[in-house]
């Protein structure tokens, strides 16, 4: 069964350093997301990307964010300047944008800023 | 007041009972409904859609009653291995952002 994968499963940085978490979402998919979720908190829209562009953002994804997808597989997320606060687990997400609204997620990455 | 709320729990059950969970959302536009499953430190994964005619997986059924803006989560003949967090998680249009609550915890017990 197809699934979406990230890289790295762990990253551990430093306060101000850029960091970028790789995704390959489900082949055929037209529709992709990243999500994070703080450790003990809800998981959290980041933002959405249709058709090589951002289609949705939310507060958390600011001037420090941004999304890629340089080829035909990879869905990129790059943090500027990292924080403290942007410890989390970050998710990504793919939707076929064909029957049904169904995300499948990927296992994560689990972002450590210190 | 939140966007989808859960109770947190946990709720602790011993093997083959029934629980129910129950979930409230409180944007009238919401359009997709689903729970979700997820295991500690892992990605959430879809346990089921919800529809407005309810619908059935095995032991899993998930009814959405829209007038009130509720959607619930039956479980039967608890396993061991249905132990996780369940996430209520809700889509206002085609292909739009998932809002999660914060998700219930269940705990099965021998």
């Known amino acids: 069964e197809p699934e979406v994968t990230q890289t790295p499963s762990h990253q551990v940085t430093q306060m101000g350093q850029e960091v970028i978490l790789r995704c390959v979402p489900i082949?055929?998919?037209?529709?992709f997301y990243w999500y994070r979720q703080i450790l003990g908190q809800k998981v959290e829209f980041l933002v959405s990307?249709?058709?090589?562009?951002?289609?949705?953002k939310s507060e958390i994804f600011d001037d420090q964010f941004s999304v890629e997808r340089p080829d035909g597989s990879n869905f990129t997320l790059k943090i500027r300047s990292t924080k403290l606060e942007d410890s989390a687990m970050y998710f990504c997400a793919s939707l076929p944008g064909t029957g049904g609204n169904e995300q499948y997620f990927g296992p994560g990455t689990r972002l450590t800023v210190t | 007041r939140k966007e989808v709320e859960q109770d947190p729990g946990p709720f602790n059950v011993p093997e083959g009972a029934t629980v129910a969970f129950n979930c409230t959302y409180s944007n009238s536009a919401s359009q997709s409904f689903f729970w979700y499953r997820q295991d500690c430190r892992k990605e959430p994964k879809l346990l089921m859609s919800?529809?407005?005619s309810g619908n059935e997986d095995g032991r899993f059924t998930a009814q959405l009653n829209r007038a009130s803006q509720y959607i619930s989560l039956l479980i039967r003949d608890s396993k061991l291995s249905d132990s996780a967090t369940y996430l209520c998680v809700v889509g206002t249009g085609t292909a739009s952002k998932l809002t999660f609550g914060t998700g219930t915890r269940l705990q099965v017990t021998l």
């Open positions: 919800v529809y407005s």
């Open positions: 082949s055929n998919h037209l529709y």
């Open positions: 990307f249709y058709n090589n562009e951002i289609s949705e």
